[in-house]
């Protein structure tokens, strides 16, 4: 379990990374949005109970959970031509890979470029009365929700870590809502309702949207 533990160490300390060099001085290119904040805010937050294996490691047609993409050389080895681990390697298979349950925090729709759906936003508290959200990139996602929140308002961005184009394209908020349940706020989970619309000059005939609701953890940096 070493490797898989520092790969996965490595994905969520590369998504940080990916958060905070968001050029927020260049936040004032989007509209401030409005905080509502409810004590119940009502509707289908089921989707948190939901979870997945990290990206690449799924179960087999033999039923054994194996690995797909970004996994350690040292597996390949353990399977035979046909995908299927040996069963005296079972053991030493999973020391290299993370099969633990991530649980959903995050159900949305969105267009974006290079965006393929994400099951997974990361909240943390940067001090009081400051909050950054920022939705997980992966294989075939490069583009990021960034919510910052800064008392009773917030600024969005979509930014966009291209691998078609090459080269980072940020695209700012235009307008949007954002609802917050302020009971579980204070209990350290964002449960949250948005829908927000982004600036798209390239082919403004073409909406940039991003919508859905947030059911997170609130991690202290």
């Given at each position: 379990m070493k490797n898989s533990v520092i790969t996965s160490s490595l994905l969520l300390f590369s998504s940080i990374l990916f958060s905070q060099n968001l050029n927020w001085k260049d936040k004032a290119s989007s509209i401030l949005i409005p905080i509502k904040w409810v004590n119940n805010l009502s509707g289908d937050f089921s989707f948190a109970?939901?979870?997945?294996?990290?990206?690449?490691?799924?179960k087999n047609e033999f039923g054994q959970i194996s690995c797909?993409?970004?996994?350690?050389?040292?597996?390949?080895?353990?399977?035979d031509s046909t995908g299927r681990i040996y069963e005296d390697s079972l053991h030493s298979f999973y020391e290299?890979?993370?099969?633990t349950h991530q649980m959903h925090s995050i159900q949305c729709d969105a267009w974006c470029y290079e965006w393929a759906g994400t099951d997974f936003i990361e909240v943390f508290r940067k001090s009081e009365n400051s909050v950054n959200c920022f939705t997980m990139t992966g294989i075939d996602t490069h583009c990021s929700l960034n919510i910052e929140i800064i008392g009773d308002t917030c600024y969005v961005v979509i930014d966009l870590k291209s691998i078609e184009q090459g080269?980072?394209?940020?695209?700012?908020?235009?307008?949007?809502?954002?609802?917050i349940?302020?009971?579980?706020?204070?209990?350290?989970?964002?449960?949250?309702e948005f829908s927000f619309n982004f600036e798209h000059?390239?082919?403004?005939?073409?909406?940039?949207?991003?919508?859905?609701k947030i059911y997170a953890k609130i991690k202290i940096t």
């Open positions: 109970n939901n979870w997945s294996y990290p990206e690449g490691v799924y797909d993409g970004l996994c350690p050389d040292e597996i390949e080895v353990m399977k290299f890979i993370d099969t080269g980072d394209v940020n695209f700012y908020c235009t307008r949007g809502y954002i609802t349940n302020k009971k579980y706020w204070t209990e350290g989970i964002m449960k949250a000059i390239e082919n403004p005939e073409k909406p940039i949207y991003w919508k859905g």
